[in-house]
């Protein structure tokens, strides 16, 4: 932590109090009043427009992202209100998403609770591991950690390349090989993804708060190796697909991910607690963020991708959110005055553009042309509290440490 003026302080807790204000007046009362099934689990869709979707498919992200969301909140505020959301979206992962049979979670339910897409997605299961290792962390529940254990275990015992490191991305229900790996439509057809990869180094993150195992430290290690050799690019950049061999043969630069890998990657290396991989991967941080920064706009929004030639210029709720942390991180950790500016025009851009006044939450995005997008969820499969949630919870923690 270095010294910081009087007045940053002064701007880094105004920003707490704004962000917290947002998370329990906005984010958090949203999903308790209008995601929840009188059956016990979670309505699966409400479009952009405000309109509930009963017929909706249920995914295995969206709910595992809410059990961390609300099992944090509860954690940083006990408010019980906030448990008894975490305590519901478990039950919903252990008694309805778990395979019993095959292990593993299933990767969608029929709004009857009843499997509709068993195959494995790694990247399902993992955010299943980081929402049970949180409610773990902030309750001690020991069926939390079991069933995240678990999950461990079925992503080691499957997953794990044993012969060129790394972790391949999907399978059968039964654990077999599996045509179409892909993750969402957009993304391409390979054995090996950034995406995925990132989201086991922040669940094996978690899970090392709680669970000091030694293969766990093992991998946690490794995947921040796999950062290091495989995944970032000679310009700062994450490399998004490659083959079983690390080969990636894409052009493609995703802002948002370079941002949140920027502070995910430091705090894996600050949980996993050695000084010499802290020590080459705070070297990493400021290139990996000023390699995002490439698509931070001047108004304070980062940009979503850009495709060789051609940039994605919507403005993607979960890319702001994340833009506010990792600029707030170079601010905490490395001192950076202009972290802490672009964090704070970034959240003026959330404020101006991003965030439902009339009917909550965040909208999906603020399109290139500077329209409001109405046209993807509100809340769904892929629209969930976690990244605006988790924004709000790093700001409000990270100052607490300056009190």
Sequence with gaps: MTNKTSAELLAAQALARQVKSELTENILPYWMENICNPDGGFYGRIDGKGNLDPTAETGNIM?????????SAY???????YLEMAEKAKAVLIDRFFDKEYGGTYWSLNPDGTPLDSKKQIYAIAFTIYG???LNRATGDGKALEYAIKLFNSIEDHSFDTQKNGYFEAFTREWNQIEDMRLSDKDANESKTMNTHLHILE?????????????????????IEIFEQHILAGDGHLKLFFNDDWECNYDIFSYGHDIEASWLIHEAALVLGDAEVL????????????????GFTPEGGMTYEKVGEEVDS?????????????YFNLWDHFGSQEGLENALMCWEFIKNHIIDREKGEWFWSLRADGSV?????????WKCPYHNGRMCMEIIERIESYK
């Design 63 to 71: 709910t595992a992202r809410m059990l961390w969301t609300f099992a």
């Design 75 to 81: 954690r940083i505020l006990g408010k019980k209100e």
């Design 132 to 134: 049970l290792a949180e």
């Design 203 to 223: 669940a094996y993150t978690c899970l090392f708060r709680v669970w000091k195992n030694h293969l766990l430290e093992e991998r946690l290690r490794g995947l």
């Design 279 to 294: 020590e080459r991967i705070e070297k990493l941080v400021p290139r990996i963020a000023a390699a995002a920064g490439e």
């Design 314 to 326: 919507d403005r993607h709720w979960w890319v702001q959110a994340e833009t506010v942390v990792g």
């Design 373 to 381: 997008n109405l046209d993807d969820d509100k809340a769904g499969f």
